[in-house]
């Protein structure tokens, strides 16, 4: 297994870390800084960004986002590091460098599942938000509940929650600091799946599973596909250049000879 890690060594600053599963099929972010709840600062943003950035170079074909510790997933943005910043400070450093990095996040050409197995506020939630699937524990509650603190989601919440669950919902989420459990996730659409926390971690292997069961290429393509779809790009252009581009590959032939055969496909991402 091979591990990246951030170069900070303070627990109370915390670190990320990616670990490839064996294959290098699968990689593994874990945000560290449990002795503060997850709570994110520039710094852990910037490093997640490079993380990210080191994930999409590699040929990993399934991304999994967890954090550190036992009960929380992640509290949000750390409130002692933003609190005195400039109005100027506020737009140009924290606003930007988290919108950097979990843009960066949503635009991986892998698919990417967060793992919510407990609470999720704030930024926290929208760290998941980035992610195109969310697996979370029913014990689990999430909540964008900064209108409570006299301010707005900052870190893309506010369009990624309306783009999962429409406009009311994403005002009730916002507007009354609405607290979600994981059941009431699932009803609303924030989340893939709800599972009690012990069986979370099947719920996740299931998923992952059949993700990286189909042919790499064509996963991603997919994936880009509904995003530009989402984004106003016209399909009869987008789905006519993938397609090309999926016809020339190893894996369509494999597919289809696995097909004819009635046999599982063995996929080489080529």
């Given at each position: 297994?091979?591990?990246?890690?951030?170069?900070?060594?303070?627990?109370?600053?915390?670190?990320?870390?990616?670990?490839?599963?064996?294959?290098?099929?699968?990689?593994?972010?874990?945000?560290?800084?449990?002795?503060k709840l997850n709570a994110l600062t520039l710094?852990?943003?910037?490093?997640?960004?490079?993380?990210?950035?080191?994930?999409?170079?590699?040929?990993?074909?399934?991304?999994?986002?967890?954090?550190?510790?036992?009960?929380?997933?992640?509290?949000?943005?750390?409130?002692?590091?933003?609190?005195?910043?400039?109005?100027?400070?506020?737009?140009?450093?924290?606003?930007?460098?988290?919108?950097?990095?979990?843009?960066?996040?949503?635009?991986?050409?892998?698919?990417?599942?967060?793992?919510?197995?407990?609470?999720?506020?704030?930024?926290?939630?929208?760290?998941?938000?980035?992610?195109?699937?969310?697996?979370?524990?029913?014990?689990?509650?999430?909540?964008?509940?900064?209108?409570?603190?006299?301010?707005?989601?900052?870190?893309?919440?506010?369009?990624?929650?309306?783009?999962?669950?429409?406009?009311?919902?994403?005002?009730?989420?916002?507007?009354?600091?609405?607290?979600?459990?994981?059941?009431?996730?699932?009803?609303?659409?924030?989340?893939?799946?709800?599972?009690?926390?012990?069986?979370?971690?099947?719920?996740l292997a299931r998923l992952a599973g059949e993700?990286?069961?189909?042919?790499?290429?064509?996963?991603?393509?997919?994936?880009?596909?509904?995003?530009?779809?989402?984004?106003?790009?016209?399909?009869?252009?987008?789905?006519?250049?993938?397609?090309?581009?999926?016809?020339?590959?190893?894996?369509?032939?494999?597919?289809?000879?696995?097909?004819?055969?009635?046999?599982?496909?063995?996929?080489?991402?080529?």
């Open positions: 297994m091979t591990t990246g890690t951030a170069p900070s060594t303070d627990l109370n600053l915390g670190q990320v870390t990616v670990d490839y599963s064996p294959d290098g099929h699968t990689a593994t972010i874990l945000i560290d800084r449990a002795a710094q852990l943003l910037e490093d997640l960004a490079t993380a990210v950035r080191g994930i999409s170079a590699s040929t990993a074909r399934v991304v999994i986002v967890r954090t550190a510790g036992d009960k929380v997933f992640c509290v949000g943005a750390d409130i002692n590091h933003f609190a005195d910043l400039s109005a100027a400070g506020m737009w140009r450093d924290w606003i930007a460098t988290g919108h950097r990095a979990f843009d960066e996040l949503a635009g991986l050409r892998q698919p990417s599942i967060a793992v919510l197995d407990g609470l999720a506020f704030g930024g926290g939630l929208e760290l998941a938000l980035a992610c195109d699937f969310r697996v979370i524990a029913t014990e689990a509650r999430i909540a964008l509940p900064e209108t409570g603190l006299g301010t707005v989601p900052g870190w893309g919440g506010t369009e990624r929650a309306t783009e999962l669950i429409g406009r009311a919902r994403a005002k009730e989420l916002v507007l009354t600091r609405r607290q979600l459990s994981g059941e009431e996730a699932l009803a609303w659409g924030l989340v893939t799946a709800a599972a009690p926390k012990a069986e979370l971690e099947e719920i993700l990286l069961a189909g042919a790499p290429l064509a996963v991603q393509l997919g994936k880009q596909l509904i995003d530009a779809a989402a984004d106003g790009a016209p399909s009869r252009v987008l789905e006519a250049l993938a397609g090309g581009l999926a016809a020339a590959t190893d894996d369509l032939a494999e597919g289809v000879a696995a097909f004819r055969d009635k046999r599982t496909a063995q996929f080489n991402d080529n």
